[in-house]
């Protein structure tokens, strides 16, 4: 189907970094990614002019990168600077986090030091519910919630994140980034297919640069330490370096 002149028509969701369209087609949305940045909840809010346009660009190399390895994603093609166009899916509220090294939340919930390597890749999950600030939850949580139909979507879900992981930290490492940490999210398309939906950017990936160790991520505003468009630059940069 011809999608060069697809528009945005109506606007079905609006989040803290996104606002999603339909279009003419109901299976194909438009998501447009905004400048705000927003920590701890929606308690810190900023915006910084350009940012969308650089996690547009980082998500739709990450995405075709990992469409390339057989991970099944919502992702089409990149309209224009600040517009991707995805596949609709119905989306399972649960943020799968994946960690490979302690920070943020592990390290101040449960005391394990910022930087140590964890034995194995930590699959957690968060119920994406602002208004509850995204608490920790469980297997039997998942279900008493009915956000998932059994607990096997659970281990598709698992299976996929550590796939992904794999594919990333790799990826990342041959660019001098460490993947500290990250956060997936996933839906259903319309054939009931488990997919990749959201955004990969360091909006929502903790990267480190593999010498320095220094934050090129949202860690830059959450902590107040300036720099976050040239730190996202540098990580668009490293991702396209080959094709420079
Ligand atoms: P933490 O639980 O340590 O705050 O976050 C773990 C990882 O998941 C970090 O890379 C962080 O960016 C990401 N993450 C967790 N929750 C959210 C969220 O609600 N929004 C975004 N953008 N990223 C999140």
């Known amino acids: 189907m011809p999608t060069d002149t697809l528009v945005k028509q109506t606007l079905v969701y609006e989040g803290k970094a996104k606002k999603v369209w339909t279009t003419e087609y109901p299976e194909l949305y438009i998501s447009e990614f905004k400048d705000d940045l927003t920590a701890f909840n929606g308690e810190k809010k900023s915006s910084e ?11 739709t190399e990450l995405f075709k990168f990992l469409n390339t390895q057989g991970i099944p994603t919502h992702f089409v093609e990149m309209m224009d600077e600040t517009h991707m166009l995805h596949k609709r899916a119905d989306v399972i509220l649960i943020e799968v986090i994946v ?19 964890l034995p194995f890749t930590l699959v957690e999950f968060d119920y994406k519910n602002d208004a509850l600030g995204d608490p920790k939850i469980n297997d039997q949580h998942c279900l008493l919630l009915n956000l998932v139909k059994d607990v096997s979507e659970l281990d598709t879900i ?27 999210e996933f839906g259903k398309d319309a054939e009931g297919n488990i997919i990749l939906i959201d955004e990969l950017s360091p909006d929502n990936f903790r ?20 720099g976050l468009k040239v730190a996202y630059e540098e990580v668009l940069n490293r991702i396209l370096g080959e094709k420079k």
Do not use: C, H, P
């Not at 002019?49 to 998500?59: D, P």
């Open 49 to 59: 002019a350009g940012k969308g346009a650089l996690n547009n660009k980082i998500s």
């Open 207 to 226: 990267l480190w640069d593999s010498e320095s160790g220094e934050s090129m991520d949202k860690d830059r505003f959450r902590k107040g330490l300036g």
């Open 99 to 117: 960690r490979n090294i302690a920070a943020g939340s592990l390290s101040k919930n449960l005391g394990i030091e910022t930087g140590e390597i």
């Open 158 to 184: 698992r299976d996929m994140a550590r796939k992904i992981n794999t594919l990333l930290q790799a990826f990342y490492a041959e660019r001098n980034l460490t993947l500290v940490d990250f956060k997936l």
